[in-house]
């Protein structure tokens, strides 16, 4: 459902820019060129093409835009994929090594962290695949730190 | 005792593993690469196989699991990896459980016991009672 608004919504500002283009082209023609009517009709016919084309163009811009996007995205998701896998690995062995000593404490603990990680690589995960944190201009990030 | 197939490329992993599915009463046997599984498992039988899926090389993906099912009696399947692939994926190709590396590993022993029960259910008990009025 979003995505087809967000199609509509594309194609709506394809041909808003379109009409913008037509309209002060055969603005400016109207203003400039003497009123002849043989001349006219082909003026307004190149606005017209003119418009077609603005259109098409900026559908264009706008399918480029979308497919880098979603390279972005596909990017994005490869990094965090393998983290996950390099973190999991990682901890795993952890894990194992806590449940072989038997003691409960040290599991639950083991396990409390576990869970922490888990929730911080899901989020790491939505944060990355809709790339709305930008985590390197963070300036909340860099006070915490410092 | 459920004898088991653990292959995973990481020796920590396997150490660790095998100590704690030994101390909860499974029989281990090792391999570090996928054909060192599929050598195993055709020289041995074994009730259980647990695989990762990034061994050796990226096409290994899903050889021991195409080798254990080719067996008979065929071994209870599962996957262990960092990696998930989807469901949809791992069914087609024949495992039957599939296990998150990182999440709960307390679990793991006990899960894979009822996953076990579940694939070869055990013969049923005979009462005492039951046994005594046969005599």
Redesign the interface.
Known sequence: MAQGSSRLGKIAVAIFCGLLVGVVSAGVHIATIPLDRTIMLHVAVGDFIAALTAIIVCLGIQLRQEEIHYQNSIERAAIVAELNHHIRNAVFPLCLAIQKTGDADSMKTAQEAVDRINIALKDATVDALSGRTQYSTDRNAVKVAE | MFKALLVDD?D??LK??S??LG?HGFAIDTASSAQEAISKLTSSEFDVVLTDL?MESPLARFDVVRAANRLTPRPTIVILT??PVPASEWKVAGVDALY???????SLPEELKSLLAQRRPEPPVRSAAGARGRK
């Open positions: 990481e920590a992993i660790l593993l100590a704690v101390m990034r960092a990696f998150l590396k990182g999440t709960n590993s307390v």
